[in-house]
C-alpha cells in the first residue's frame, strides 16, 4: 500500500527550515528519500531502515519511528538548491526488493 | 564512474505496437529495478531483478515483462500499447537491492499516440 507524503506541497524563503513526513498503515522495514528536480532522475538521499539510527548530512537529516510507521525528513536552513520534488519509498520486510514510493511532497524554495 | 544509462531517452509509438527499452546499470551493480512514473500515479514499481532472476514484480498487467542479461543490463518490453501507457520508465541499479543505494537512469519517455 502507498504510503502517504504531507505537505503534498511547501514553499518556503530560503533559510527556513522543512519538514515532510512519510506514513504508512503497514509495518515497515525500510524507509528511502529520494529528490527529483524537474526533468531530472530522482537522487538518493537516505535510507533508515528498522532498528537503525537517524541519518542525516550536511543540512538534512531524517528519522523513522517504527511504532508509527513514520519516517520525517528535516531540512534546515533551507537553500535554493533544496527545491524540488521529495519522495518517500518504503520497503515492507527484510528482502522485499520493492519500494512503494509516496506520491511526493513539491517543495519550493524562493530567494 | 559512469552512471545509470536508458535508451531510448524518447520514443512515440502506436497503439497495438510493442516497445523494448534497455538499462545499463552502473558496474558493480547487480540489481536492476524499473518503475514507471506518470503525474496522476507517480512512481510505481514494475519488477526488480538481480543476477538475471526477477526477485519481484509490481502490480501491473502481463503486457508488462522484463529480463536481465548476465552483465547486468536489463530490458524491459511491454506488449499491445495502450494510450495509458504513456509515461517515464526510470530504471535504478544498486549493488545488492532495496536495502542499498539506487541510483536512477535518466529515464525512457514513452508517448503512446
Given at each position: 500500500q502507498q504510503p502517504v507524503q504531507s505537505p503534498q506541497a511547501v514553499i518556503l524563503r530560503e533559510g527556513e527550515d522543512a519538514v515532510i513526513n512519510c506514513?504508512?498503515?503497514k509495518a515497515l522495514y525500510s524507509v528511502h528519500w529520494y529528490r527529483?528536480?524537474?526533468?531530472?532522475?530522482?537522487?538518493?538521499?537516505?535510507?533508515?531502515?528498522?532498528?537503525g539510527?537517524?541519518?542525516?548530512?550536511?543540512?538534512?537529516?531524517?528519522?523513522?519511528?517504527?511504532?508509527?510507521?513514520?519516517?520525517?525528513?528535516?531540512?534546515?536552513?533551507?537553500?535554493?538548491?533544496?527545491?524540488?520534488?521529495?519522495?518517500?519509498?518504503?520497503?515492507?520486510?527484510q528482502g522485499a526488493q520493492k519500494l512503494v514510493f509516496g506520491q511526493g511532497t513539491r517543495l519550493t524554495i524562493n530567494p | 564512474k559512469a552512471?545509470?544509462?536508458?535508451?531510448?531517452?524518447y520514443l512515440i509509438k502506436t497503439r497495438g505496437q510493442q516497445v523494448t527499452l534497455s538499462c545499463s546499470p552502473i558496474s558493480g551493480h547487480r540489481s536492476v529495478s524499473w518503475y514507471q512514473q506518470t503525474p496522476?500515479?507517480?512512481?510505481?514499481?514494475?519488477?526488480?531483478?538481480f543476477s538475471e532472476t526477477q526477485r519481484n514484480k509490481g502490480n501491473f498487467p502481463g503486457r508488462f515483462s522484463g529480463r536481465q542479461f548476465s552483465n547486468s543490463r536489463s530490458e524491459m518490453n511491454v506488449s499491445t500499447l495502450e494510450l495509458g501507457d504513456s509515461a517515464l520508465y526510470l530504471?535504478?541499479?544498486s549493488?545488492?537491492?532495496?536495502?542499498?543505494?539506487?541510483f536512477f537512469g535518466q529515464g525512457t519517455r514513452l508517448t503512446v499516440v
Open positions: 506514513s504508512s498503515s527529483q528536480k524537474h526533468g531530472e532522475a530522482p537522487v538518493f538521499l537516505m535510507i533508515l531502515l528498522k532498528g539510527e537517524q541519518k542525516g548530512h550536511d543540512k538534512i537529516s531524517a528519522s523513522f519511528n517504527e511504532k508509527k510507521q513514520q519516517s520525517s525528513l528535516y531540512l534546515t536552513a533551507s537553500q535554493l538548491s533544496y527545491s524540488g520534488t521529495y519522495f518517500c519509498g518504503t520497503e515492507g520486510f | 552512471g545509470v544509462t536508458q535508451t531510448p531517452r496522476g500515479q507517480g512512481l510505481q514499481f514494475l519488477f526488480e531483478y530504471c535504478a541499479s549493488r545488492t537491492g532495496a536495502t542499498t543505494e539506487a
